[in-house]
Structures are given as C-alpha cells and as structure tokens.
C-alpha cells in the first residue's frame, strides 16, 4: 500500500486536475493513518500536512512538489509492510 501512494505523491508533481489532489489528500492520511497505528511515527508530520479535515493550503505549486517528492520517498522507503 506504502508504494501505491509513493506513487500517486510522484504523480501529484505533473499538473493535475483539482479532483486528483483531493484524493490523494484522502488517500495519503488514510494510509499515513494506518502507519501511525503502526507504530510508525515518521508519518505524523505527513499525516498533518495532508490532513483532509483541515487542509493546509500552500499556493505555491513548487513547495507542494517537494513536500510530494519528500513524502513519497519516505512511502517509497518503507519495506517492513505486514498485510
């Protein structure tokens, strides 16, 4: 699951539609979510920034390209998935 939504936060770097961020918000609390339960604490900061109850809203298109590259590396990184 941690390498579908380092993917999607790879592709939230193109320009997309609006809708396609939403969900990816959705998506990558839900999962950071789950880590969390996981005891897996380096996902609280994401969990924050992509919180869909409270959206942080950051207008500059380039800051969001980092958080998503930064964010998938560490999904991307994760290797100790137990489903």
């Known amino acids: 699951m941690n390498k579908i939504i380092a993917i999607m936060l790879f592709i939230g770097v193109l320009p997309m ?7 990816l918000r959705f998506a990558v609390s839900a999962v ?4 969390i339960f996981k005891e897996k604490y380096i996902y609280i900061p994401i ?3 992509f919180n869909p109850i409270i959206p942080v809203y950051l207008y500059d298109k380039a800051i969001w390209a980092i958080i998503d590259i930064v964010a998938g590396m560490v999904f991307f990184s994760d290797d100790n998935e137990e489903y």
């Open 32 to 35: 950071a979510l789950l880590n």
């Open 47 to 49: 969990l924050i920034i």
């Open 17 to 23: 539609p609006i809708d396609y961020y939403d969900i």
